[in-house]
């Protein structure tokens, strides 16, 4: 037993230097362009959609301040620019290395990342008609949310169905390997819900109305429906004492986009509905989304607090940083657009102050996460396979 324990302790430091040798000769590897393209991941669009979701929330809030709206545009620039550079990159990627592409696709793990680029696009759109028409002008601005939502409901929908379908085929997956990342690919519609009821208005009143409401409300049924069967399954394998690895508890927080996400989407399409359908369901789907969103707001706090115990529990003991810390933006985000939009519904000063301590939150977390990205990024540990 002391032998071994012995070879143990003096292999672990050969170990660790071994690792870190490898690291910088993987480093000096990436300073050529080509093997930063070779490992492109999907979950980089994970920073596209933190960053949008800070400029759609500033427009959005119930209390606006000197400055808030400048600020919240130069982001939606920066979150539009970083769509642009990403898509290119990733085409690039999938010209060049189609087979490490393909292989990322099928991962068991970055498979389901491949919901963030639809909800990227979606996000961005919508930061475009916000925030956009005061650089571009109403007609630009609309004309590319239109392109962006289209292309990125079109995308979400394909992904919906494709990615879970792959990973049940391949049976590579199992029920206790559940994390908060089997949401990525089942919430897209649900942002095409919230972010098409910004649409509706600027529809011709009639059928195609009509239309847009009700595929927005069947998106909403069934991206909730889908999210709750996966919530389920994290849930169980949380109250089996399995957290898992220190490196995915930020992807715990993923829960809260669904959640944020359809009060957005129950109470931007109840505030809208009098537009496409008569009086009277008008007013019911008005009452459901006040009634859903404070119900549905109830179980995302209780959730952020499990997340938050589970998180500093976690970086007491060592939280390491990667792509993973984007699960801290884009799904606070959502809550402050649900609170937002919850807030406008009801009148309540008291969910419009609750509104801007959210964002206050979620811009703290955009701040650390971003400049630990940039530093990592230039450094070149990001990009390592």
Same mark, same amino acid.
């Given at each position: 037993?002391?032998?071994?324990?012995?070879?143990?302790?003096?292999?672990?430091?050969?170990?660790?230097?071994?690792?870190?040798?490898?690291?910088?000769?993987?480093?000096?590897?990436? %300073?050529s362009p080509q093997q930063v393209l070779s490992n492109i991941t999907p979950n980089w669009y994970a920073s596209v959609m933190g960053?949008?979701?800070? !400029?759609? !929330?500033?427009?959005?809030?119930?209390?606006?301040?000197?400055?808030?709206?400048?600020? !919240?545009?130069?982001?939606?620039?920066?979150?539009?620019?970083?769509?642009?550079?990403? $898509?290119?990159?990733?085409?690039?990627?999938?010209?060049?290395?189609?087979?490490?592409?393909?292989?990322?696709?099928?991962?068991?793990?970055?498979?389901?990342?491949?919901?963030?680029?639809?909800?990227?696009?979606?996000?961005?759109?919508?930061?475009?008609?916000?925030?956009?028409?005061?650089?571009?002008?109403?007609?630009?601005?609309?004309?590319?949310?239109?392109? #962006?939502?289209?292309?990125?409901?079109?995308?979400?929908? $394909?992904?919906?169905?494709?990615?879970?379908?792959?990973?049940?085929?391949?049976? *590579?997956?199992?029920?206790?390997?559940?994390f908060g990342g089997w949401l990525m690919p089942v919430v897209p519609p649900m942002v095409s819900a919230s972010t098409g009821a910004?649409?509706?208005?600027?529809?011709?009143?009639?059928?195609?109305?009509?239309?847009?409401?009700?595929?927005?409300?069947?998106?909403?049924?069934?991206?909730?429906?889908?999210?709750?069967?996966?919530?389920?399954?994290?849930?169980?394998?949380?109250?089996?004492?399995?957290?898992?690895?220190?490196?995915?508890?930020?992807?715990?927080?993923?829960?809260?986009?669904?959640?944020?996400?359809?009060?957005?989407?129950?109470?931007?399409?109840?505030?809208?509905?009098?537009?496409?359908?008569?009086?009277? $369901?008008?007013?019911?789907?008005?009452?459901?989304?006040?009634?859903?969103?404070?119900?549905?707001?109830?179980?995302?706090?209780?959730?952020?607090?499990? !997340?938050?115990?589970?998180?500093? *529990?976690?970086?007491? %003991?060592?939280?390491?940083?990667?792509l993973t810390w984007w699960s801290f933006t884009f799904p606070i985000g959502t809550c402050v657009t649900g609170i937002t939009a919850?807030?406008?519904?009801?009148?309540?000063? %008291?969910?419009?102050?609750?509104?801007?301590?959210?964002? #206050?939150?979620?811009?703290?977390?955009? $701040?650390?996460?971003?400049?630990?990205?940039?530093?990592?990024?230039?450094?070149?540990?990001?990009?390592?396979?």
């Amino acid at each position: 037993m002391t032998s071994s324990a012995s070879v143990l302790q003096s292999s672990a430091p050969r170990s660790a230097a071994a690792t870190a040798v490898r690291g910088r000769m993987l480093l000096r590897d990436l %300073e050529s362009p080509q093997q930063v393209l070779s490992n492109i991941t999907p979950n980089w669009y994970a920073s596209v959609m933190g960053t949008g979701i800070v !400029a759609v !929330a500033a427009a959005s809030l119930p209390l606006q301040f000197a400055g808030l709206r400048a600020f !919240a545009t130069a982001v939606w620039a920066l979150a539009a620019i970083l769509l642009v550079g990403l $898509t290119v990159a990733t085409a690039a990627h999938w010209h060049q290395h189609p087979t490490v592409a393909r292989g990322h696709l099928r991962n068991p793990v970055m498979g389901f990342f491949y919901g963030a680029p639809p909800m990227a696009m979606m996000t961005v759109g919508a930061g475009t008609l916000l925030l956009g028409s005061d650089v571009l002008g109403p007609s630009i601005a609309l004309a590319i949310d239109w392109t #962006l939502w289209t292309a990125g409901t079109i995308a979400g929908l $394909t992904c919906a169905v494709v990615v879970p379908y792959q990973m049940m085929s391949r049976r *590579r997956v199992t029920a206790r390997s559940a994390f908060g990342g089997w949401l990525m690919p089942v919430v897209p519609p649900m942002v095409s819900a919230s972010t098409g009821a910004l649409l509706i208005p600027h529809l011709p009143a009639g059928d195609l109305r009509t239309g847009m409401m009700i595929a927005c409300y069947a998106m909403f049924a069934a991206s909730l429906i889908a999210s709750s069967v996966v919530i389920a399954m994290i849930c169980r394998r949380l109250f089996a004492g399995d957290v898992g690895p220190a490196k995915m508890v930020p992807t715990l927080w993923i829960v809260l986009g669904p959640l944020g996400q359809s009060i957005t989407a129950a109470n931007l399409l109840g505030g809208v509905a009098h537009l496409a359908l008569p009086a009277s $369901t008008a007013g019911a789907l008005h009452a459901f989304g006040i009634r859903y969103g404070i119900a549905t707001l109830g179980l995302a706090l209780l959730w952020a607090a499990l !997340a938050g115990t589970i998180t500093i *529990r976690t970086a007491r %003991e060592g939280l390491p940083f990667s792509l993973t810390w984007w699960s801290f933006t884009f799904p606070i985000g959502t809550c402050v657009t649900g609170i937002t939009a919850l807030s406008v519904s009801t009148g309540s000063w %008291e969910l419009a102050a609750a509104a801007v301590l959210s964002y #206050l939150c979620l811009l703290a977390a955009w $701040t650390v996460v971003a400049i630990r990205t940039a530093h990592g990024s230039i450094r070149g540990h990001l990009f390592l396979p």
